[in-house]
């Protein structure tokens, strides 16, 4: 198990150190420079020659690649142009923001589509089944913004069930939760689709398999067999397609965050854009791209734990 | 006192090109305490025939007409979903042909025998330390430490060993067993039917033995029925069926067993011509098509010929059947 | 004995006859929805000029905040434009970068697939191990990214859509081409002297271009939602020019008093990406169910 778990974890580190090459190219490689693009059109060569020297780009390009991975790992992305202050504290004073956003999604996208791909095996070509599949179909293509724009509408602003801004009052758990409902659906009802279809099909192959006819055999209740036996094979692929998935959400999230009004790493992202605020941004792209590895790397490592074959195939 | 005793069984498979009558009036006793055999090639309905008695035929499949005695008389063949789960591995057990698939992956070993004994009304420590019993009784070894393990920890013989346990534990009165030894290697199947024989006498259970192997039903069985494409072609005692076989069919799968060749031959010997189509089936007896001494009168359904007492053989030529073959 | 009279072919999908694709497609009721939808969408952006009665961009103050009448049937923007004719015109925006973005995807995709799966070990690798980390970067932030350093553009979105979407096309013609290279009629073809261009073109593309073409048909909506969220965040598609997105943006300011403008703005893209996934879906089932879970 250990050596499965390091195996995973040096080729998650691989990776991201690869992604961040290739961030640091298209930084080099786009036209255009960072400095001037962090100063506006309004900015004298010398106002942009000493931002230059502040950012260490005058030095050269293999010198910068060094000090832009050595500092990284050492958990230093540097400074946020205009106030000084460190990008990875400006950064991870978002994240909890968009952690509450996601596992909110997280929770409806498990909630909700676990139980009905269950449903629809169960009832296979049943009308149910149609149901949700058609319905699965339709929220996996419908966009994200979409849905965060027209459930705003409905729910907030036409119905005022729901808060239509912010995160909640600090400190007051309810109205956190109320602030959460509609964004977090707006990120993972597609995903409800994507867990109902995987797990409908995974729990449909799962139910042939020769062991669930063995457990019939010794007389175990269906309901058993069903939602015990089976189940607990078919939702393995489930965690696999919430690791892929977190990257996506990660994306709808910024659209959430801007059509709630919610802090958070995506509207961060946003207005640092409309400030031209660059540091911010590559900062940023970094932690999600780095938490997305890791997200992933744990997802294997837990469907590790969970299915003893699939440790056993890594070896 | 018989155990089991199927009675004209027949069971229908409803396909796209219409019915697929998989068994076809099928006659089958299991006495208590007897181990019998039921030999066929693949296809002949030996799965058909297990899953009958069981009650888990697929959903397009089902019995029209016959009867499945069991013990005093219940019939399974019309018992409710309730009643039959009630039966099913506490009164009948089985142990299936794939060692490697028939455990549940993500499950310990000593959970999933735990969990078949939910009718059992036994605490959690009592329920494991029968496992435990049980997993030494086949031979398992350091059986408290391996209950905690995952069936991808055991060698496919000792799977076969865990499954065998499993299907004993509840002491049923019948055990099916449908091919265990086929995906073994020949030294494990010795063991395992040893193994089988030994714990049978211990319970005193009746055992069905399916198999397509000749030596082993020879070895282990004392009655055995031969099937053909859904149809019981002989049956008899094991001893009378090896020794006096009269229909075609059981001579020839005789003669095609490896085991029993009395010459070396450069290429194994088969049974020429394939099955019947079982959606058309054809009118009288069913080998008819694969056979070398068919003649008219086997366009017209063949009796149940009584060969000595309790051996029968359901053809019209079960005395020339022997001649031919004198002369071949 | 001739190249070709050893030559197998076995495409994994043949597409067959277009009425007959038809025909199979209509006979499910989800592909004849998903069709019938996308049929509207691209006539309604073909006679833009036709349908529209007023001029995308004509502003009009007199007629700001119009709801929803038979003058204007989607209402009217904050600057008294026709939502209808913004709309149409939008679309038209919207599926051209739809077909380019997809279509240079497709072909750097299939190009890059072709030199991993067929050239050394190393080179398959190494751009295995690029294609992994460029899925790491969330779409949207990766698009971010950029147009902070070039601003936004139509440029722009297609190079996003193309980083986005290249892996997952090279990846699949790359497992193919793996396949195909040790298939017998590719070895056959290669002992009698066949250049690596020739295997490629001859060989290998009718058989790996059905399946890709199926899946690239499934990405349109995806890419129709990339063009469509960019510039509702300002980042793609620049005003006056209409886009679907950019109209969900004039609505988002004024959703509290003028609902219909983000009504006007989100349908068709519902309407868009439905029926293409449907019809996609519904492709995918007829021709090629192996591809089931990949989309």
């Given at each position: 198990?250990?050596?499965?778990?390091?195996?995973?974890?040096?080729?998650?580190?691989?990776?991201?150190?690869?992604?961040?090459?290739?961030?640091?190219?298209?930084?080099?490689?786009?036209?255009?420079?960072?400095?001037?693009?962090?100063?506006?059109?309004?900015?004298?060569?010398?106002?942009?020659?000493?931002?230059?020297?502040?950012?260490?780009?005058?030095?050269?390009?293999?010198?910068?690649?060094?000090?832009?991975?050595?500092s990284?790992?050492?958990?230093?992305?540097?400074?946020?142009?205009?106030?000084?202050?460190?990008?990875?504290?400006?950064v991870f004073e978002?994240?909890?923001?968009?952690?509450?956003?996601?596992?909110?999604?997280?929770?409806?996208?498990?909630?909700?589509g676990?139980?009905?791909?269950?449903i629809?095996?169960?009832?296979?070509?049943?009308?149910?089944?149609?149901?949700?599949?058609?319905l699965s179909v339709?929220?996996?293509?419908?966009?994200?913004?979409?849905?965060?724009?027209?459930?705003?509408?409905?729910?907030?602003?036409?119905?005022?069930?729901?808060?239509?801004?912010?995160?909640?009052?600090?400190?007051?758990?309810?109205?956190?939760?109320?602030?959460?409902?509609?964004?977090?659906?707006?990120?993972?009802?597609?995903?409800?689709?994507?867990?109902?279809?995987?797990?409908?099909?995974?729990?449909?192959?799962t139910?042939?398999?020769?062991?669930?006819r063995?457990a019939?055999?010794?007389?175990?209740?269906?309901?058993?067999?069903?939602?015990?036996?089976?189940?607990?094979?078919?939702?393995?692929?489930?965690?696999?397609?919430?690791?892929?998935?977190?990257?996506?959400?990660?994306?709808?999230?910024?659209?959430?965050?801007?059509?709630?009004?919610?802090?958070?790493?995506?509207?961060?992202?946003?207005?640092?854009?409309?400030?031209?605020?660059?540091?911010?941004?590559?900062?940023?792209?970094?932690?999600?791209?780095?938490?997305?590895?890791?997200?992933?790397?744990?997802?294997?490592?837990?469907?590790?734990?969970?299915?003893?074959?699939?440790?056993?195939?890594?070896? | 006192?018989?155990?089991?005793?199927?009675?004209?069984?027949?069971?229908?498979?409803?396909?796209?090109?219409?019915a697929?009558?998989?068994?076809?009036?099928?006659?089958?006793?299991?006495?208590?305490n007897?181990?019998?055999?039921?030999?066929g090639?693949?296809?002949?309905g030996?799965?058909?025939?297990?899953?009958?008695?069981?009650?888990?035929?697929?959903?397009?499949?089902?019995?029209?007409?016959?009867?499945?005695?069991?013990?005093?008389?219940?019939?399974?063949?019309?018992?409710?979903?309730?009643?039959?789960?009630?039966l099913?591995?506490?009164?009948?057990?089985?142990?299936?042909?794939d060692?490697m698939?028939?455990?549940?992956?993500?499950?310990?070993?000593?959970?999933?025998?735990?969990?078949?004994?939910?009718?059992?009304?036994?605490?959690?420590?009592?329920?494991?330390?029968?496992s435990?019993?049980?997993?030494?009784?086949?031979?398992?070894?350091?059986?408290?430490?391996?209950?905690?393990?995952?069936?991808?920890?055991?060698?496919g013989?000792?799977?076969?060993?865990?499954?065998?346990?499993?299907?004993?534990?509840?002491?049923?009165?019948?055990?099916i067993?449908?091919?265990?030894?086929?995906?073994?290697?020949?030294?494990?199947?010795?063991?395992?039917?040893?193994?089988?024989?030994?714990?049978?006498?211990?319970?005193g259970?009746s055992?069905?033995?399916?198999?397509?192997h000749?030596?082993?039903?020879?070895?282990?069985?004392?009655?055995?029925?031969?099937?053909?494409?859904?149809?019981?072609?002989?049956?008899?005692?094991?001893?009378?069926?090896?020794?006096?076989?009269r229909?075609?069919?059981t001579?020839?799968?005789?003669?095609?067993?490896p085991?029993?060749l009395?010459?070396?031959?450069?290429?194994?010997?088969?049974?020429?011509?394939?099955?019947?189509?079982?959606?058309?089936?054809?009118?009288g007896?069913?080998?008819?098509?694969?056979c070398?001494?068919?003649?008219?009168?086997?366009?017209?359904?063949?009796?149940?010929?009584v060969?000595?007492?309790?051996?029968?053989?359901?053809?019209?030529?079960?005395s020339?059947?022997?001649?031919?073959?004198?002369?071949? | 004995?001739?190249?070709?009279?050893?030559?197998?072919?076995?495409?994994?999908?043949?597409?067959?006859?277009?009425?007959?694709?038809?025909?199979?497609?209509?006979?499910?009721?989800l592909?004849?929805?998903?069709?019938?939808?996308v049929?509207?969408?691209?006539?309604?952006?073909?006679?833009?000029d036709?349908?529209?009665?007023?001029?995308?961009?004509?502003?009009?103050?007199?007629?700001?905040?119009?709801?929803?009448?038979?003058?204007?049937?989607?209402?009217?923007?904050?600057?008294?434009?026709?939502?209808?004719?913004?709309?149409?015109?939008?679309g038209?925006?919207?599926?051209?970068?739809?077909?380019?973005?997809?279509?240079?995807s497709?072909?750097?995709?299939?190009?890059?697939?072709?030199?991993?799966?067929?050239?050394p070990?190393?080179?398959?690798?190494?751009?295995?191990?690029?294609?992994?980390?460029?899925?790491?970067?969330?779409?949207?932030?990766?698009?971010?990214?950029?147009?902070?350093?070039?601003?936004?553009?139509?440029?722009?979105?297609?190079?996003?859509?193309?980083?986005?979407?290249?892996?997952?096309?090279?990846?699949?013609?790359?497992?193919?081409t793996?396949?195909?290279?040790?298939?017998?009629?590719?070895?056959?073809?290669?002992?009698?002297?066949?250049s690596?261009?020739?295997?490629?073109?001859?060989?290998?593309?009718?058989?790996?271009i059905?399946?890709?073409?199926?899946?690239?048909?499934?990405?349109?909506?995806?890419?129709?939602?990339?063009e469509?969220?960019?510039?509702?965040?300002g980042?793609?598609?620049?005003?006056?020019?209409?886009?679907?997105?950019?109209?969900?943006?004039?609505?988002?300011?004024?959703?509290?008093?003028?609902?219909?403008?983000?009504?006007?703005?989100?349908?068709?893209?519902?309407?868009?990406t439905l029926?293409?996934?449907?019809?996609?879906?519904?492709?995918?089932?007829?021709?090629?169910?192996?591809?089931?879970?990949?989309?």
């Amino acid at each position: 198990m250990l050596r499965y778990a390091l195996k995973r974890l040096g080729l998650g580190i691989v990776i991201v150190s690869v992604a961040m090459m290739m961030l640091f190219a298209m930084v080099y490689v786009i036209p255009g420079d960072p400095a001037s693009v962090a100063l506006g059109p309004r900015a004298t060569p010398q106002m942009i020659e000493a931002l230059r020297a502040r950012m260490g780009l005058d030095q050269p390009i293999w010198m910068q690649f060094l000090k832009f991975y050595t500092s990284a790992f050492r958990g230093d992305l540097g400074t946020e142009v205009l106030s000084g202050r460190q990008v990875l504290d400006v950064v991870f004073e978002q994240v909890p923001f968009t952690l509450a956003l996601i596992a909110g999604a997280i929770s409806w996208s498990v909630l909700l589509g676990i139980p009905l791909g269950c449903i629809a095996a169960v009832r296979r070509g049943g009308f149910v089944d149609r149901v949700v599949g058609i319905l699965s179909v339709a929220v996996i293509a419908l966009p994200s913004f979409v849905i965060a724009i027209y459930s705003l509408l409905i729910f907030a602003v036409a119905l005022r069930w729901l808060p239509a801004i912010g995160a909640g009052e600090p400190g007051n758990l309810k109205s956190q939760l109320m602030a959460l409902i509609l964004p977090s659906l707006a990120v993972g009802l597609g995903w409800v689709g994507y867990i109902a279809r995987m797990v409908r099909a995974s729990m449909l192959e799962t139910l042939e398999a020769s062991h669930i006819r063995t457990a019939r055999a010794f007389g175990l209740s269906d309901r058993r067999i069903t939602y015990s036996y089976a189940l607990r094979i078919a939702i393995l692929p489930t965690i696999t397609l919430l690791g892929v998935g977190i990257g996506h959400m990660l994306s709808s999230s910024v659209f959430a965050e801007i059509v709630f009004a919610r802090p958070g790493i995506g509207k961060l992202v946003y207005e640092a854009i409309s400030v031209r605020n660059y540091p911010i941004v590559t900062g940023a792209v970094l932690v999600t791209t780095v938490f997305f590895v890791v997200v992933n790397v744990l997802a294997d490592i837990v469907i590790g734990a969970l299915d003893p074959r699939v440790r056993a195939s890594f070896d | 006192m018989t155990v089991l005793d199927v009675r004209d069984l027949s069971v229908d498979f409803a396909t796209e090109d219409g019915a697929l009558q998989a068994l076809k009036k099928v006659e089958l006793t299991v006495p208590k305490n007897r181990i019998v055999g039921v030999v066929g090639e693949s296809g002949c309905g030996k799965s058909t025939l297990i899953n009958a008695i069981l009650g888990l035929l697929a959903d397009n499949g089902s019995v029209t007409s016959g009867r499945i005695l069991f013990e005093e008389g219940q019939d399974l063949a019309h018992l409710d979903g309730a009643a039959m789960r009630a039966l099913r591995g506490r009164k009948i057990a089985t142990v299936f042909q794939d060692p490697m698939g028939a455990l549940n992956p993500v499950l310990s070993v000593g959970r999933q025998m735990r969990d078949i004994q939910y009718r059992s009304g036994l605490s959690r420590r009592e329920k494991d330390t029968r496992s435990v019993a049980m997993l030494r009784k086949v031979r398992i070894p350091d059986p408290e430490k391996r209950l905690a393990q995952f069936p991808h920890e055991f060698s496919g013989g000792m799977k076969q060993r865990i499954a065998i346990a499993m299907a004993l534990m509840m002491e049923p009165s019948l055990l099916i067993a449908d091919e265990p030894t086929t995906a073994l290697d020949a030294t494990l199947e010795v063991t395992i039917i040893e193994l089988l024989k030994e714990l049978q006498q211990q319970i005193g259970c009746s055992v069905l033995f399916i198999s397509h192997h000749l030596g082993v039903i020879a070895e282990l069985c004392d009655e055995m029925i031969v099937m053909y494409a859904g149809e019981v072609v002989e049956r008899g005692t094991t001893r009378d069926i090896f020794h006096n076989a009269r229909h075609p069919y059981t001579r020839k799968l005789l003669a095609c067993d490896p085991a029993r060749l009395s010459h070396r031959a450069a290429r194994l010997p088969t049974i020429p011509g394939t099955l019947p189509d079982l959606r058309r089936r054809p009118a009288g007896c069913v080998f008819q098509a694969r056979c070398e001494i068919a003649d008219g009168v086997c366009s017209t359904m063949p009796p149940d010929a009584v060969v000595t007492e309790g051996h029968v053989a359901r053809c019209w030529h079960t005395s020339e059947a022997l001649a031919v073959e004198a002369t071949a | 004995m001739s190249e070709q009279a050893l030559i197998e072919r076995r495409p994994l999908t043949r597409l067959g006859g277009l009425g007959r694709t038809l025909r199979r497609i209509m006979r499910e009721p989800l592909g004849a929805l998903g069709l019938s939808l996308v049929v509207f969408v691209v006539l309604m952006a073909l006679f833009a000029d036709v349908l529209a009665s007023y001029p995308s961009t004509k502003l009009s103050p007199a007629d700001r905040f119009q709801p929803a009448s038979w003058q204007h049937l989607l209402g009217t923007d904050h600057l008294g434009r026709d939502l209808f004719s913004r709309v149409l015109h939008g679309g038209r925006i919207a599926l051209a970068i739809a077909l380019g973005a997809t279509g240079a995807s497709l072909v750097i995709g299939i190009v890059l697939g072709l030199i991993a799966g067929y050239g050394p070990r190393w080179l398959d690798n190494l751009m295995l191990l690029l294609f992994d980390a460029l899925k790491s970067f969330p779409t949207v932030m990766l698009a971010l990214t950029l147009v902070t350093l070039t601003g936004p553009s139509l440029t722009a979105v297609v190079v996003v859509v193309v980083l986005v979407s290249v892996p997952g096309y090279a990846r699949i013609i790359r497992t193919q081409t793996l396949v195909l290279k040790s298939a017998e009629h590719v070895m056959a073809a290669r002992s009698m002297g066949a250049s690596t261009a020739r295997i490629l073109a001859v060989h290998i593309m009718p058989n790996v271009i059905g399946p890709i073409l199926i899946l690239a048909s499934m990405d349109i909506p995806v890419v129709v939602a990339i063009e469509a969220g960019l510039s509702f965040l300002g980042l793609g598609v620049r005003p006056p020019m209409p886009s679907w997105g950019s109209i969900l943006n004039d609505g988002f300011a004024n959703i509290r008093d003028s609902y219909w403008i983000v009504v006007a703005g989100g349908l068709p893209i519902v309407l868009t990406t439905l029926g293409f996934t449907f019809l996609g879906e519904t492709l995918r089932d007829v021709f090629d169910p192996r591809l089931r879970g990949r989309g």
